[in-house]
């Protein structure tokens, strides 16, 4: 079954740490850029980071530049969203999904992919 798993989610105080990962089964993440996406409720999906699939180019949102770190392991086939210095307003499900670029409109949800994951939860809260 070819597929995205996302893991490391869970329940952080603001100013924590988590450390998402994003792991394919089925196929190989070489080819392929990542990017990570959250959804809060009542808001819209949001482009949060991505990677090239060399790991030589990535690109973050505003809100997250200076504490979140994307990086990918492609012996491992998988990808790394370090988040430091979290907020409540970090409070999201986080999701990736492959990409043909980490370029142009990285961020739009909308963009064509052919995987995503099914989310995992993040919670900041004290």
């Known amino acids: 079954q070819l597929q995205l798993v996302e893991s490391g989610g869970g329940l952080v105080q603001p100013g924590g740490s988590l450390r998402l990962s994003c792991a394919a089964s089925?196929?190989?993440?070489?080819?392929?850029?990542i990017g990570w996406f959250r959804q809060a409720p009542g808001k819209e999906r949001e482009g949060v980071s991505c990677i090239s699939g060399s790991g030589g180019s990535t690109n973050y949102a505003d809100s997250v530049k200076g504490r979140f770190t994307i990086s990918r392991d492609n012996a491992k086939n998988t990808v790394y969203l370090q988040m430091n210095s979290l907020k409540p307003e970090d409070t999201a499900v986080y999701y990736c999904?492959?990409?043909?670029?980490?370029?142009?409109?990285?961020?739009?949800?909308?963009?064509?992919?052919?995987?995503w994951g099914q989310g995992t939860q993040v919670t900041v809260s004290s």
């Open positions: 999904a492959t990409d043909r670029w980490c370029a142009g409109r990285w961020y739009a949800p909308t963009r064509q992919r052919d995987y």
């Open positions: 089925g196929f190989t993440l070489d080819y392929y850029a």
